[in-house]
C-alpha cells in the first residue's frame, strides 16, 4: 500500500521560502507513468494545484505560481520537494502531497495522498 | 474564481438521489477527462470517480459520474448521512494558462 507523507516548518515568515517534502513508502517514485504533485487548500477554501514533477524529472507548475515553485525529486531518498519562494500570507494553506496517474493524458488523477500539512506564514 | 464552476451547497434526504454539476468549456472538461473527489472534514481528499464515470475498488456503486460537452455531474443514490462532505471535479486544462484545474467545491448535507 502506496503511503505518502509530508513534512516541512510549519511556520514561515513573510517573504522568506517555503520548503515542504514528501516521502514515498510501499513504492518507488521512479516507476514509470506516474507524476508527483503537490496541492494546496488555504483554510475554509477549496483546492488550487500547485505542480508536479514527472517520473521522468520533468515539470510543470500552475501558471499562476509558476514564478515561485520549484518542484524537485531526491530519488535515493524517495521522495519528493517543494520550494515556494517570497511567500505572503495568502500562502497560509494545508499543503498535500499525490501521486498521479494520469500519464499522457494530462493531469487530475490523484489516486494517494498525504494526510497532509499546515503551513502558517506570519511574522 | 475558480475555472471549473460548482454550486457552493447541495442537500438532500437519507436515500434520495442528489446530483452535483461542474462546468467548464472546451479547454478543460470539453476535451480531457474528469475527476471528482470527496473530503470528509479534517481529512485528505479522496478519488471518488476517475476518466469521467470510472469508480475506483472500493467506492459504492451509489456513485456515478458522467460527461456531456463541457459539463459533468457527480451523482449520489441512496444518500446516507455519511455522505456529508465536500466534492470537487477536477480536470486538465490545455490552454496556456492550464494545468489541474479544480472546482470551487459544493457541500453536501445530509438533512
Known amino acids: 500500500q502506496l503511503q505518502l507523507q509530508e513534512s516541512g516548518s510549519g511556520l514561515v515568515k513573510p517573504s522568506q521560502t517555503l520548503s515542504l517534502t514528501c516521502a514515498v513508502s510501499?513504492?518507488?517514485?521512479?516507476?514509470?507513468?506516474?507524476?508527483w504533485s503537490w496541492i494546496r487548500q488555504p483554510p475554509g477554501k477549496g483546492l488550487e494545484w500547485i505542480g508536479y514533477?514527472?517520473?521522468?524529472?520533468?515539470?510543470y507548475y500552475n501558471p499562476s505560481l509558476k514564478s515561485r515553485v520549484t518542484i524537485s525529486v531526491d530519488r535515493s531518498k524517495n521522495q519528493f520537494s517543494l520550494k515556494l519562494s517570497s511567500v505572503t500570507a495568502a500562502d497560509t494553506a494545508v499543503y498535500y502531497c499525490?501521486?498521479?496517474?494520469?500519464?499522457?493524458?494530462?493531469?487530475?488523477?490523484?489516486?494517494?495522498w498525504g494526510q497532509g500539512t499546515l503551513v502558517t506564514v506570519s511574522s | 474564481q475558480s475555472v471549473l464552476t460548482q454550486p457552493p451547497s447541495a442537500s438532500g434526504t437519507p436515500g434520495q438521489r442528489v446530483t452535483i454539476s461542474c462546468s467548464g468549456s472546451?479547454?478543460?472538461?470539453?476535451?480531457?477527462?474528469v475527476y471528482w473527489y470527496q473530503q470528509l472534514p479534517g481529512t485528505a481528499p479522496k478519488l471518488l470517480i476517475y476518466?469521467?464515470?470510472q469508480r475506483p475498488s472500493g467506492v459504492p456503486d451509489r456513485f456515478s459520474g458522467s460527461k456531456s460537452g463541457t459539463s459533468a455531474s457527480l451523482a449520489i443514490s441512496g444518500l446516507r448521512s455519511e455522505d456529508e462532505a465536500d466534492y470537487y471535479c477536477?480536470?486538465?486544462?490545455?490552454?496556456?494558462?492550464?494545468?489541474?484545474?479544480f472546482g470551487g467545491g459544493t457541500k453536501l448535507t445530509v438533512l
Open positions: 514533477i514527472y517520473h521522468s524529472g520533468s515539470t
Open positions: 477536477a480536470a486538465w486544462d490545455d490552454s496556456l494558462s492550464g494545468g489541474v484545474v
Open positions: 472546451s479547454s478543460n472538461i470539453g476535451s480531457n477527462y
Open positions: 510501499g513504492g518507488s517514485i521512479s516507476s514509470g507513468g506516474y507524476s
Open positions: 499525490a501521486r498521479d496517474l494520469s500519464g499522457d493524458e494530462g493531469g487530475g488523477y490523484f489516486d494517494y
Open positions: 476518466r469521467n464515470n
